[in-house]
């Protein structure tokens, strides 16, 4: 069974840093991508950023580029997200996700999640 757990999130002033992990367990892929995603209060889920395993090829939502920065560790089968001069309009639950293909933007295309992990920018 694969769990993913997301931590780091917390309550930051406006143009804070924060820094998300997320473990994976029972995961033995050889091609995924990881993902991490964002969801406000009365908004749907909003892809922020993913990263492909096979390639390192990475992606991020016009809104968080040049601020956050996907990353991984294999050997300790983590995933980060580093996330610099955090706005107000980035409050809400960060969730990652594993999807089976090796390049996923979409949420629909992701088959395993975290519970999510709560982030507040107060300005």
């Known amino acids: 069974e694969v769990r993913l757990v997301e931590s780091g999130g917390g309550l930051v002033q406006a143009g804070g840093s924060l820094r998300l992990s997320c473990i994976a367990a029972?995961?033995?892929?050889?091609?995924?991508?990881i993902g991490w995603f964002r969801q406000a209060p009365g908004k749907e889920r909003e892809g922020v950023s993913c990263l492909s395993s096979s390639d390192g090829s990475t992606y991020y939502a016009d809104s968080v580029k040049g601020r956050f920065t996907i990353s991984s560790d294999n050997a300790k089968k983590t995933a980060y997200l580093q996330m610099n001069s955090l706005k107000p309009e980035d409050t809400a639950v960060y969730y990652c996700?594993?999807?089976?293909?090796?390049?996923?933007?979409?949420?629909?295309?992701?088959?395993?999640w975290g519970q999510g992990t709560q982030v507040t920018v107060s300005s």
């Open positions: 029972g995961f033995i892929f050889v091609d995924y991508a």
């Open positions: 996700a594993v999807s089976l293909t090796s390049w996923a933007v979409s949420p629909y295309e992701y088959d395993y």
